[in-house]
Each structure stands twice: as C-alpha cells, then as structure tokens.
C-alpha cells in the first residue's frame, strides 16, 4: 500500500444551491520519500487537499490513508496526535509567533511534539545560528520562511506539507528555501508535499499532480527532476 493513498475524496463547503465542491473524486498515490508538487490555478481546491492531508480538515466522502491509519476514524484527540507526531507544515506567510524569538518559535514545537532539545541545531541547519534571539518581525521573509521550515523539521516529521511556501519570496529568496525543502527530502527520506500554482516549481518533483476545479486533471512522473538552479520564473 503507498504511504499516502487518496480514494474518491470529495469536500464540500456549504449546503444546497450555495455547495462548493472544493475537492471532487480525488484519487491518488503517493509512495514515502517522494517529493510531489499539487499544481492548480487559484480556487482549483489545492488547500483543501493539503488541509485535508494535514488533518485540519475533514472529508465529506471518499478515504485517506496515510501509513496505513485512515485519518476520516480519528476522532480530535486521534487528529490532533497525527497532526503533532507525523506532520510538519509550511505556510506561505510563515505563521510564526511575533511576540516570540526565533529560537522561542522553534523550541515550543519541540516542545508540543515532545522532542529532544534541538532547535539550535536545526537553526543553525538552516542558516539562522546568528538570529536566535531576533523576533520575527526584525527579519527579511526568507528568514522567517527558514525559521517556519526549522519549526516544522524540530518534530522530525515523516510528511511536510508546505502551502505555496514561496509566494512570498523573491525568485532567488524562493530558490534557497526550495534547495533546503528537496535536501531535507533526500537526506532524511522526509516525504514533501508543495502546492503552488506555478508550473516552474513542478520542474524539481518526482510527481505532478495537477488540479483544476476541485478534480484531478493529470497525474505525471518526472524520471529526471530539474535542480532548483535550473529552474526560472
Ligand atoms: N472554508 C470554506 N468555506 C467555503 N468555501 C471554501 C472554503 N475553503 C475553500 N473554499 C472554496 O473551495 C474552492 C477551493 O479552494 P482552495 O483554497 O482549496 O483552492 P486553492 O487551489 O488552494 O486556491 P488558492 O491558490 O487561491 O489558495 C474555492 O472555490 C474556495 O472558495
């Protein structure tokens, strides 16, 4: 069984004639270690399929399995350990919490995920070893992304789901935080998820998946993913 396996997923928001399908009938597989992008134009439904990957959401019909516990039989309590154990999560406008240092913000996912204390570590992993004691707002966006990406690595996740984690960024800001997304895929295995609605980012992916108005439009393979410096946009 692949590690993620999506079957006959559908999500509506809303009741009667107002009902949007933001997810129709999505089928897919996704096998550990792959390091896949969700493209689609806006409102095509990629957040919800990651809002429902991650947990934050749930299903109208269909199933999602991931490492074979099906996330549709977990109650909250079931959601919120999956969410905490199994799951990092990278936001387009970093969510960081502006009243906390930089280390601060790493060190209480450490904590909620109940890890050993090594929010230094994976700081200095991605380039902040001179920040630690800055707060988010004394920092350019491709810091706070770095910070947002230490944040999630700290729970030592087996899946990263990362919502247009460069939309924010300039093109060469973008690049860095997408070479640290793809060597934290091939140093530790990690399986990353990147929805983005630009088609450059989908050159890096071993697998596409593309999404149009809620429904899955291709699904390819990319036996020769380009290296983020030979992608442009
Ligand atoms: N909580 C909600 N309540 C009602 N409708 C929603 C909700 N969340 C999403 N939708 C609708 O579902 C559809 C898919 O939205 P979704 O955010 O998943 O798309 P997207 O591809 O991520 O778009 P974008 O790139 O603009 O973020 C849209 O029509 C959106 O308006």
Redesign the pocket.
């Known amino acids: 069984m692949a590690y993620i396996d999506f079957q006959n997923v559908t999500k509506v928001?809303?009741i009667g004639e107002a009902a949007?399908f933001?997810n129709k009938d999505i089928d897919f597989e996704i096998e550990a270690g792959e390091f896949v992008v969700i493209l689609?134009p806006?409102?095509?439904?990629?957040?919800?399929?990651l809002n429902l990957l991650g947990g934050m959401d749930q299903l109208t019909s269909g199933k999602i399995i991931v490492a074979g516990q099906e996330l549709s039989r977990l109650d909250d309590e079931g959601l919120a350990i999956y969410r905490r154990d199994k799951v990092g999560f990278i936001f387009q406008f970093y969510n960081l919490i502006p009243n906390l240092t930089v280390l601060e913000n790493v060190e209480m996912s450490e904590q909620i995920s109940h890890k050993a204390n090594q929010a230094q570590k994976y700081l200095t992993a991605v380039g902040l070893s001179h920040r630690l004691h800055n707060f988010p707002a004394q920092l350019s966006g491709g810091e706070q992304q770095r910070t947002a990406i230490a944040r999630a690595l700290v729970k030592e996740p087996s899946l990263l789901l990362c919502d247009?984690p460069t939309g924010a960024l300039d093109k060469a800001t973008g690049q860095q935080i997408l070479q640290l997304l793809l060597e934290q895929n091939k140093a530790l295995s990690t399986t990353v998820i990147v929805?983005t609605?630009n088609p450059s980012i989908a050159n890096i992916a071993n697998k596409v998946i593309s999404?149009k108005d809620?429904k899955i439009e291709s699904i390819e393979l990319n036996p020769q993913p380009l290296t983020v410096a030979e992608i442009d946009w």
Do not use: L
């Not at 806006?42 to 399929?49: D, E, H, Q």
């Open positions: 928001y809303g949007v933001a689609g806006s409102g095509a439904g990629k957040s919800t399929t247009e929805i609605h999404i809620g």
